[in-house]
């Protein structure tokens, strides 16, 4: 069968989806600062000038890499609010959406590299402090939404839940990626169960009714 040939902007996103894979995987395997142009390209299969191409740095594929991620998210908790579906069944959707995300979190250190690059580099600073704030602005109005849709008061400000249950998530991880042996996933689940109920729900460890 002869092979399809692909129109130039199919061409283009190939190479950026390529790229993007490499700097991925570079930037988990050797570091964002360790980490070189040459490196990402070559583990792509292209050149430096097909990198500068699609992307003016490593910045920007970095900042591109979270956003794809944002992205995902964002539509995982879309997918939890449904019309045909029950006040039970949202919750205990978000309940394991919260609690299981980071068996499949494949991100993690990508966030990581870009708060220690916040942390040196003041350009890309305040590129990700723009984008870190939009994204608690985005969890901050779903969880108003969420608590409207299933008829759960918040026990806290939206907005207080949101930075709360990001800086959860996120510490529990690094914890659970230092230290597996004593932060097992069973127990990050459990953590991550436990408060996200209690701060969500008003009970110990899953949706309570009165």
């Not at 700097?23 to 292209?46: H, L, R």
């Not at 494949?106 to 590129?127: N, P, Q, S, V």
């Not at 939206?158 to 800086?167: D, K, Q, T």
């Not at 169960?193 to 729900?201: E, I, N, Q």
Request: glycine fraction near 8%.
């Amino acid at each position: 069968m002869k092979r399809k040939r692909l129109t130039r902007e199919e061409s283009k996103e190939q190479t950026r989806l390529r790229l993007l894979a490499a700097a991925q995987t570079i930037f988990m395997k050797k570091g964002y600062v360790a980490a070189s142009v040459e490196d990402i390209a070559n583990a792509a299969g292209y050149t430096r000038g097909a990198f500068y191409s699609n992307f003016r740095g490593k910045g920007e594929i970095l900042m591109e890499l979270l956003l794809r991620d944002h992205e995902r998210m964002q539509s995982d908790l879309h997918a939890i609010i449904d019309d045909t579906a029950t006040r039970e069944e949202m919750e205990a959707r978000a309940l394991t959406l919260y609690s299981q995300f980071f068996r499949e979190d494949d991100c993690f250190l990508l966030w990581a590299e870009a708060k220690l690059l916040a942390t040196r580099d003041a350009k890309f600073r305040a590129r990700f402090n723009a984008f870190s704030h939009e994204k608690r602005e985005f969890l901050t109005g779903y969880i108003r939404m969420f608590s409207e849709r299933v008829g759960t008061p918040l026990s806290l400000p939206a907005e207080v839940l949101a930075l709360g249950l990001i800086g959860l998530c996120e510490g529990v991880h690094a914890f659970r990626m230092c230290d597996p042996q004593h932060v097992t996933d069973d127990l990050t689940e459990a953590v991550l169960a436990g408060f996200f109920s209690k701060v969500m729900f008003g009970g110990p460890g899953g949706p309570q009714r009165s």
